[in-house]
């Protein structure tokens, strides 16, 4: 830990209040968390210098959600979407257009436990992911406004404060929806651990699920039940086989996921399910592998009723294959980020925020429904792996934030010094 840090003792109140609040995502939980209060906190907080709200945005259900997110709202009811709204602050100035919108996602991984302090930084969830970063959003344009004199021309400025973006949400019932509606700049910064760094690409990715809905059977009668564990373990493996070299070949990452049956000894279960994620860094890549999974998934069918049909033990699980058996897509054809702009390149460089030359270590987040709206990066103070976001040792420094603080400002300075090119115009 950094034992030394400039970061002002009111934005680590901020934090510590924030962190402390329970803000868990219910795609994880399945309950309605305390968002609200954090989108209050942060609001007036964000008034104190400068900023006012612009709109609360209470989500509705996006025809592009994953599958995951229409369970859940369809489970919780009206509630869901209640305690998941999202806020736009912008600087009083702001006469609908935006110079620079600053994004960050104030929900939460489970599980939640509240702050403590370190020395040189803070212990909690979200600290670093990302309640931290978007507290230093405020001390960054509070030290610029603190130095800037008001006769000198201001950016003008947008803060995003979203839910929505962890437990799978992709960001399309709040990051997706505000873009759209044209909450946006000339300059989009999502917030996000990066090492400092920024990113001006990111990966995407698209989940597959195998289930099987037959009867189960004993081991007295074994030949009486539909075997899902065959199934899925058959189908599991050739997929593995058949799709690790086209995903070699198009940098897709495949990941198996878990296969649930059963755990007992002496039974056939008949239900079952399996998961497939495959996360690809462009548009085209997903495209290809999301094709080729479909033929795989043919061909594994065609082999695994040839191959099984004979034995007597499975020859109906065989037969009942296509009865039993649903594949589909929890979530696909959501968009990346690609986007390169030398002008704000120069600025950012001219500030000391670097551009990551090495995009390989690029990651998921909202910054995709940034794509063809400004010049969208992903840049902010520390990492998550080193930083341990989402495991039970999640901090930051404050050494970090304070960093981090002092390069949104010195890039306000610049954006203030320059003309800033055309700024998005809110709807």
Known sequence: MASRSMFSQHHKDLLSELISVDTVTPMESGRCCDLPR??????????RIGFTTLYRHVPTLDCEAPVSVKRRAEEMGPEFFAHQASIVLGSQDIHGCADVMFNFHIDTVGPFFP???????IHGRGAADNKGPGVAILEGIERWAANHPPEKRRPRLLIQCVA???????????TKQLMELGYHGSLNIFAIPSGGAYFDSSTCSMTLELSVDGKGATDDAPHRGDNASLILSYLCAELARQMGPICSRTDVRMTLAGVATGDMHNRVYGTGRAQFNFSYRTTRSGELVKSAVTSAIETA???????FGGIDVFTRTAMRLDQILTVRWL?????????????WERK???????RHADDTETFTCDAMWGQGRGYSIMWGPGSLSTNGAHTSSEHIDFADLDQFADQVAALLFIASNEATGA???LT
């Not at 929505?164 to 709040?174: Q, S, W």
């Not at 069918?301 to 191959?307: A, K, L, P, S, T």
């Not at 979530?331 to 002008?343: E, Y």
């Not at 950012?348 to 670097?354: E, N, P, R, V």
């Open 115 to 121: 702050a403590r302090n370190l020395q040189g930084g």
């Open 38 to 47: 954090a989108l209050d906190l942060y609001a007036a907080a964000a008034q």
């Open 301 to 307: 069918g065609f082999r695994f009723v040839d191959i």
């Open 348 to 354: 950012l460089a001219d500030a000391g925020i670097k």
């Open 164 to 174: 929505g973006e962890e437990g799978g949400a992709m960001g399309v019932y709040g």
């Open 331 to 343: 979530k696909s054809g959501l968009p990346v980020l690609t986007n390169r702009n030398a002008d």
């Open 423 to 425: 700024a998005a115009c």
